[in-house]
């Protein structure tokens, strides 16, 4: 059948709502044509962001990198560092001073009064043990040296007599009553040398010299003069503080306690020392908790003892003692410098490809140069530890450029 054949099978008004119909159909459902018409592109007018942000990362803000060349990272001297696992050690600080070591420290007097014939040593000198420090002549001394030499004498001769009564008992000359009193007298004559050499040994005053009455004062061990309170021709007691030596080798540190603190200071417990003069540090335990509290101040007075061997730290330095109360073992830390306050946010800023960004984290704990990171950071990461502020700085330049 012809199209005009077919189209007279209508009448007129049928024909009409026909048309009418088809119009309709076509701008309800649009054809496969028009879907092709646009080669899969989205008509116009539609909105493609959501697109766009359903691959987005929290690494692909470009325009958030800072970008610096190598020789601007060495200008501003940037530390890089990698987070990880961590100590972190809570610590209480108290202030203290250096204080000699009272266990190796001496106050040396002559134990026998005298004429100060010579001095040796000087203030601030180093000595070893048995040097000379100085020389008296004591009046006691030649007495007692006088007394060692005449019990010697007698016990010479009471060995003599000895020798010889053992003899004519044994021969049946001499009755051996004879001979009982000369070993008595011998005894007791090796008893009165004993007895006097004793007494120049407990003065350190050997007991055979040139000069009786010369009486020599040596050092009992190594150390450093640290007082001298004797001059040439000055006349002493016998218990006269003349020298004071301290070996400083060892130190003590000392500190002060508040009651409401002793319950976190233990004894053994690990103490970081350091003071403002220069930037040195030592390390030690403390060793003494005093078990009374001051009538004055209230407080116990504790001591962290330090080696010294470089005698840096000396008597009379104010320190810091920094006493180890709790430690805890964290999965990943950074450097307390690293994390910067950028618009009320803590931020690290990472390595990035060609540059750094700024990492917002979650922190936990903190001791006195870490800080444990909850969340934002993974181990491993590369950060910046030394002078981030140099990149918190140059955010803001970019910040402010942009806002402009």
Known sequence: MTMHTALSVFTRPALAVALSAACLLALVLPGPALADAGHGQAPAGSDTRVAADSTATPQDHEE?????????????????????PARLETA????????????????????LAGVVQ????????????????????????????????????????AAATHQRELKLWREKVSAEQDYQQARTALQEAQIA??????????????????????????APFDGVVVEKHIALGEALADTASIFTLSDLRT????????PKDLQDVRVGEAASVASAAFSGQARGKVSYIGSLLGQQTRTATA????????????????????????????????????????????????????GFLAQPVKLGRASGKQVEVLSGLATGTRYVARNAFVLKAEQGKASASHAH
């Not at 800072?66 to 601007?72: D, V």
């Not at 430690?327 to 950028?342: E, H, K, N, R």
């Open 64 to 84: 958030d990198k800072l970008t610096l060349s190598p020789e601007q990272i060495q200008a501003a001297d940037l530390g890089i560092e990698t987070a990880g």
């Open 92 to 111: 209480s600080q108290f202030p203290g001073e250096i204080k000699f070591n009272a266990d190796r420290t001496a106050h040396v007097v002559p134990r």
């Open 118 to 157: 010579e001095v040796s040593a000087d203030l601030g000198q180093q000595v070893k043990k048995g040097d000379l420090l100085a020389a008296l002549s004591s009046t006691a001394l030649s007495e007692l040296r006088s007394e060692w030499l005449a019990a010697s004498k007698r016990r010479d001769l």
């Open 193 to 218: 040398v004993q007895n006097a050499a004793q007494k120049l040994a407990a003065i350190g005053a050997p007991p055979q010299s040139k000069d009786l009455s010369r009486l020599e004062i040596r």
């Open 251 to 258: 130190v003590w540190a000392e500190f002060v306690i508040a």
């Open 303 to 354: 001591r962290v003892t330090l080696d010294n061997p470089d005698m840096a730290w000396r008597p009379g330095l104010f320190v810091s003692v920094n006493v180890v109360t709790s430690s805890a073992d964290v999965p990943v830390a950074v450097a307390a410098d690293a994390v910067q306050t950028v618009e009320n946010e803590s931020v690290v800023y990472v390595e990035a490809p060609g």
